[in-house]
T-cell receptor
Framework: AQKVTQAQTEISVVEKEDVTLDCVYETRDTTYYLFWYKQPPSGELVFLIRRNSFDEQNEISGRYSWNFQKSTSSFNFTITASQVVDSAVYFCALSEEKSGGGADGLTFGKGTHLIIQP | SQTIHQWPATLVQPVGSPLSLECTVEGTSNPNLYWYRQAAGRGLQLLFYSVGIGQISSEVPQNLSASRPQDRQFILSSKKLLLSDSGFYLC????????????FGSGTRLTVV
């Protein structure tokens, strides 16, 4: 069975600090997809990134970067020079490859509540 | 472009009353559809998913049911709500094939009183 662990329940940093959110996953499949979503106080889930299991290249998008390491089953997310608007709950999620694609849905971690203090 | 609509945004219902939450997707055909629930404490739990009209798979035994009467319509229902049904309900869709992602609706915040 697949599982996603976000050990950090809550992180609080001062604005402009860098912060890393950890994500560790478990799966028996060799083909799978990893995701990060942001959930602001309004509640909607905002898609940030999707990474497939064959692509271990790190990705950078502005102040956001992701470090995917299959050897440690981790997919960590770093925000550089954090801003107050980054305050939200962040979810890491896993989906396994199925015939026809995606039918079984996402398995989410419990989320990390990130608080950026001004 | 594809869009997903979910309503209502908030709902307060008494214990024992029925429930119907609706989700529709536009701009795509034959999507996979999902209902998730987020109870207090933030975890997101998959409740139901559907790969086609009339095809529903349940992940968790509960007081809820789902139906897919049309290709792009997904409905979450209950005959009698329990206090424990309170939570934030999110509908999502995904495409087919290997290059898919998941897009979520804006959610319904349900409070059972």
């Amino acid at each position: 069975a697949q599982k996603v662990t976000q050990a950090q329940t809550e992180i609080s940093v001062v604005e402009k600090e860098d912060v890393t959110l950890d994500c560790v996953y478990e799966t028996r499949d060799t083909t799978y997809y990893l995701f990060w979503y942001k959930q602001p106080p309004s509640g909607e889930l905002v898609f940030l990134i999707r990474r497939n299991s064959f692509d271990e290249q790190n990705e950078i998008s502005g102040r956001y970067s992701w470090n995917f390491q299959k050897s440690t089953s981790s997919f960590n997310f770093t925000i550089t020079a954090s801003q107050v608007v980054d305050s939200a709950v962040y979810f890491c999620a896993l989906s396994e490859e199925k015939s026809g694609g995606g039918a079984d849905g996402l398995t989410f971690g419990k989320g990390t509540h990130l608080i950026i203090q001004p | 472009s594809q869009t997903i609509h979910q309503w209502p945004a908030t709902l307060v219902q008494p214990v024992g009353s029925p429930l119907s939450l609706e989700c529709t997707v536009e701009g795509t055909s034959n999507p996979n559809l999902y209902w998730y629930r987020q109870a207090a404490g933030r975890g997101l739990q998959l409740l139901f998913y559907s790969v086609g009209i009339g095809q529903i798979s349940s992940e968790v035994p509960q007081n809820l049911s789902a139906s897919r009467p049309q290709d792009r319509q997904f409905i979450l229902s209950s005959k009698k709500l329990l206090l424990s049904d309170s939570g934030f309900y999110l509908c999502a869709w995904s495409g087919r094939g290997t290059n898919y992602g998941y897009t979520f609706g804006s959610g319904t915040r349900l409070t059972v009183v």
